[in-house]
């Protein structure tokens, strides 16, 4: 069990830090297109960044909740 969380745990963090991933919705990728390269960017940004913080807390909480259920 513990092979595979970190397996899992290793592909979230290779996909997560690949800069090709894209986090932008239809609607952001048309405004992005008419901002250009640097504003594009910029916007990308923000949307991981607003993305990963809610990911983050489910994060901690599953992790907190599967340590104390394994110590029962």
Same mark, same amino acid.
């Given at each position: 069990?513990?092979?595979?969380?970190?397996? &899992?745990?290793?592909?979230?963090?290779? %996909? *997560?830090?690949? /800069?090709? +991933?894209?986090?932008?919705?239809?609607?952001?990728?048309?405004?992005?297109?008419?901002?250009?390269?640097?504003?594009a960017?910029? &916007?990308?940004?923000?949307?991981?960044? %607003? *993305?990963?913080? /809610?990911? +983050?807390?489910?994060?901690?909480?599953?992790?907190?909740?599967?340590?104390?259920?394994?110590?029962?």
């Open positions: 069990m513990i092979k595979f969380s970190g397996l &899992l745990l290793l592909l979230l963090f290779l %996909l *997560a830090g690949n /800069p090709r +991933a894209k986090a932008q919705c239809s609607i952001c990728t048309r405004t992005a297109q008419q901002l250009g390269e640097g504003p960017k910029a &916007l990308n940004h923000g949307i991981m960044y %607003l *993305a990963l913080t /809610p990911l +983050a807390i489910c994060g901690i909480v599953g992790y907190r909740w599967w340590k104390n259920n394994k110590e029962a």
